[in-house]
């Protein structure tokens, strides 16, 4: 079956960065787009990034995190990363991995497997 299973989240300093990891298993990797979400406590999930693969990587990313964050992928690895840099308070979320085959690549419903989080907490 397919799993996804993200690492990398901890405690960090505003200003500071993190890299998530997600593994992928059970899927023919590279046909799939593969996003990040985040969910705040209190609050709805929201789309973070999306890579999806056409003889190289197509980037997508929400307006709060373009130009800190980069959604690089690894298809040999079966593994998408998340580099975020410059980070805020109000980055603090749980984040998600997920995979899709249908666009659009920026909403949770077009994306099929999800994986169980990671928590990512950014002091102030």
């Known amino acids: 079956q397919v799993q996804l299973v993200e690492s990398g989240g901890g405690l960090v300093q505003a200003g500071g960065s993190l890299r998530l990891s997600c593994a992928a298993s059970?899927?023919?990797?590279?046909?799939?787009?593969m996003g990040w979400f985040r969910q705040a406590p209190g609050k709805e999930r929201e789309f973070v990034a999306a890579n999806r693969w056409s003889g190289g990587s197509i980037t997508y990313y929400a307006d709060s995190v373009k130009g800190r964050f980069t959604i690089p992928r690894d298809n040999a690895k079966n593994t998408v990363y998340l580099q975020m840099n410059s980070l805020k308070p109000e980055d603090t979320a749980v984040y998600y991995c997920?995979?899709?085959?249908?666009?659009?690549?920026?909403?949770?419903?077009?994306?099929?497997?999800w994986g169980q989080g990671t928590q990512v907490t950014v002091s102030s």
């Open positions: 059970g899927l023919t990797f590279s046909s799939y787009a």
């Open positions: 997920a995979a899709g085959l249908s666009r659009p690549w920026t909403i949770g419903e077009a994306y099929d497997y």
